[in-house]
């Protein structure tokens, strides 16, 4: 028997059951906006706005990516780094499950809990981000702005794992039921109906950008220039460049990009 096959109300305590259902709506919501940050917050990173844009064409894109990453940052320690007697956690919330669950599942919940505790990795990371917030971002330290003081340094990557330890960390602590922790049409799970454009908008976005660019019909429109300019492209431009091609039907569907002709 496993514990994801067996519903709340059979393993926990009545009392505790409105609690335990609100605080899992709480964090499921804060999470899904998690996810969703980071999603975007992916869909930016990989676009090859240096083939398709200009430096001055990509503001919003930059401010997108820097506040996402504010948001996701302070989503991340509020629910999981916080300390004090009336801050509401998730590693909190889960320890309170675990206590109010009845005897006979507890080694059940245990060991689930087991596979999700976060190691010494997690917990250093999960301290580092809470002392970056309370440097630069929640409060603002004097001696940080004037270089007094190093700064804690966060990147995008320390959040992803972060994101990932708290989405297994829910996942424990859901009974019989699974969560989705994207939208419908921003999730790769879900099957779209036959000829329906399922592209997440933030992907139909991008791609419009470099539909419309000028380098993506240039082997057409400017021949002579093109041959110029692929010479300063390295081989995985030509792949990208050629993937979009192929994706938007434009002119011949060019497998090999190191082609003469291309």
Do not use: C
């Amino acid at each position: 028997m496993k514990i994801h096959d067996i519903d709340a109300k059979d393993v926990l305590d009545k009392s505790e059951l409105a609690y335990y259902e609100r605080g899992m709506e709480f964090f499921y919501s804060e999470l899904v906006h998690l996810n969703i940050n980071l999603f975007i917050m992916d869909k930016i990173a990989d676009f090859r706005f240096d083939l398709f844009t200009t430096i001055n064409q990509t503001t919003f894109f930059n401010m997108v990516f820097r506040n996402f990453f504010y948001s996701s940052l302070l989503i991340i320690t509020r629910i999981a780094a916080d300390q004090g007697s009336d801050v509401f956690t998730l590693p909190r919330f889960k320890n309170r499950i675990r206590q109010s669950s009845k005897q006979e599942y507890r080694e059940l919940i245990d060991n689930r809990l087991r596979e999700v505790k976060f190691d010494i990795g997690i917990q250093k990371l999960l301290e580092k981000t809470k002392n970056f917030r309370n440097q630069s971002v929640a409060h603002l330290l004097e001696e940080v702005v004037f270089g007094n003081k190093e700064t804690t340094k966060v990147f995008y990557s320390d959040l992803k794992k972060l994101r990932d330890q708290l989405n297994d960390l829910l996942d424990a602590i859901s009974f019989n039921v699974d969560h989705m922790m994207l939208p419908v049409h921003y999730s790769a799970d879900v099957i779209h109906p036959k000829h329906s454009d399922s592209r997440p908008d933030i992907e139909r976005i991008l791609d419009s950008i470099a539909e419309k660019s000028e380098l993506l019909t240039m082997p057409e429109k400017q021949p002579q220039g093109w041959k110029i300019h692929k010479k300063r492209l390295k081989k995985e431009d030509l792949d990208i460049i050629n993937h979009y091609r192929t994706k938007f039907g434009i002119g011949e569907t060019l497998i090999n990009a190191n082609r003469d002709d291309f």
